[in-house]
Nanobody, 128 residues
Framework: DVQLQASGGGLVQPGGSLRLSCAAS???????IGWFRQAPGKEREGVSC???????TYYPSSVKGRFTISSDNAKTVYLQMSNLKPEDTAVYYC???????????????????????WGQGTLVTVSS
């Protein structure tokens, strides 16, 4: 039974910070891990990727410099979010891409269709 559980969301003021966590069971975070978000009426957007294969990361311009993905063991990954904006309000999902990979690229372009395991999501609301 493979499960990914995202947690840590909540209500924060603009400019605030949150750390999201993703815990895995039934698999290890030893490949490629991504964080995605989806706001009402919007498409799912990749906001971070960490390749445990080569150590590379990827962030789109919308979050670069504010979000950081990390993993301290094989079972937990994190998304540290700072200087949050109302536009960051969304349900955030963690996901795993076990491959295959193409052209030596693991995190870019970040493509949701390549991620086969998904958590249930955690809601982040940025509002005053």
């Amino acid at each position: 039974d493979v499960q990914l559980q995202a947690s840590g969301g909540g209500l924060v003021q603009p400019g605030g910070s949150l750390r999201l966590s993703c815990a895995a069971s039934g698999l290890s975070f030893d490949s490629v891990i991504g964080w995605f978000r989806q706001a009402p009426g919007k498409e799912r957007e990749g906001v971070s990727c960490l390749s445990k294969i080569d150590g590379t990361t990827y962030y789109p311009s919308s979050v670069k410099g504010r979000f950081t993905i990390s993993s301290d063991n094989a079972k937990t990954v994190y998304l540290q979010m700072s200087n949050l904006k109302p536009e960051d309000t969304a349900v955030y999902y963690c996901a795993v891409n076990v491959g295959p990979y193409y052209n030596g690229e693991y995190c870019w372009p970040i493509d949701a269709s390549e991620y086969t395991h998904w958590g249930q999501g955690t809601l982040v609301t940025v509002s005053s």
